[in-house]
Nanobody
């Protein structure tokens, strides 16, 4: 089992920044590919970004590429999502998730999810 707890959400004006954190406990954190997802009201949950076990590789949704940065600190069992140049359409509940697939190229299968943190961007 892996427990995930997100933090860092809040209300920010358009153009502003937030940094989300996701702290993990339980099994060896570095064994997991980590992902961020978001779900806006009335919409399906969507992929935001993922990061390899070592942190050396990241992928991003086109909608956030160039504005968001995903990083991890395996010594602290924590991942971070730095969000810059925020837009009202970034408003959503943000979730982190853990996936024990062996390689980033394999189909995702996220096994563990956090409770989410609300991000609201005002125009």
């Amino acid at each position: 089992q892996v427990q995930l707890v997100e933090s860092g959400g809040g209300l920010v004006q358009a153009g502003g920044s937030l940094r989300l954190s996701c702290a993990a406990s339980g099994r060896t954190f570095s064994n997991y590919i980590m992902g961020w997802f978001r779900q806006a009201p009335g919409k399906e949950r969507e992929f935001v970004a993922d990061i390899s076990r070592s942190g050396g590789r990241t992928t991003y949704a086109d909608s956030v590429k160039g504005r968001f940065t995903f990083s991890r600190d395996n010594a602290k069992n924590t991942v971070y999502l730095q969000m810059n140049s925020l837009k009202p359409e970034d408003t959503a509940v943000y979730y982190c998730a853990a996936d024990n697939r062996a390689y980033m190229a394999l189909p995702p299968s996220y096994d563990y999810w956090g409770q989410g943190t609300q991000v609201t961007v005002s125009s």
